[in-house]
């Protein structure tokens, strides 16, 4: 399973760094991606890592703010935020596959089902 944690409340241009550790398993043969949803709203595609971090993907809303990394001996892939806007309230989940291919449609907005998914943690931005 996955297991999320980092989230909380920050004011604008705040950072936080989001981390989603693999319980079980280790994500050598897995890409990771991150999402968040907003309650009522779709859910987003943010960021995805695949091949122990040589490729990574930015959805345009947090490319330049937003750093995707892997520390394979801590099995955790972690979503570092900076200068964070209130738009980036939400709750974010990471989720894996094995299907990088399958990651990279589903974070670009194409449904499909994931094979792990974490809890989710929250983060609030105040203005």
């Known amino acids: 399973r996955l297991i999320e944690s980092g989230g909380g409340s920050v004011q604008a241009g705040g950072s936080l760094t989001l981390s989603c550790a693999a319980s079980?398993?280790?994500?050598?043969?897995?890409?990771v991606g991150w999402f968040r949803q907003v309650p009522g709203k779709k859910r987003e595609g943010v960021s995805y890592?695949?091949?122990?971090?040589?490729?990574?993907f930015y959805t345009e809303s947090v490319r330049g703010r937003f750093t995707i990394s892997s520390d394979n001996v801590k099995n955790t892939v972690y979503l570092h935020m900076k200068n964070l806007k209130p738009e980036d309230t939400a709750v974010y989940y990471c989720a894996a596959d094995s299907r990088p291919g399958l990651i990279a449609t589903v974070v670009a907005g194409t449904e499909g089902h994931l094979a792990l998914w974490g809890q989710g943690t929250p983060v609030t931005v105040s203005s």
């Open positions: 890592i695949r091949g122990s971090g040589t490729y990574t």
């Open positions: 079980g398993f280790t994500f050598d043969d897995y890409a």
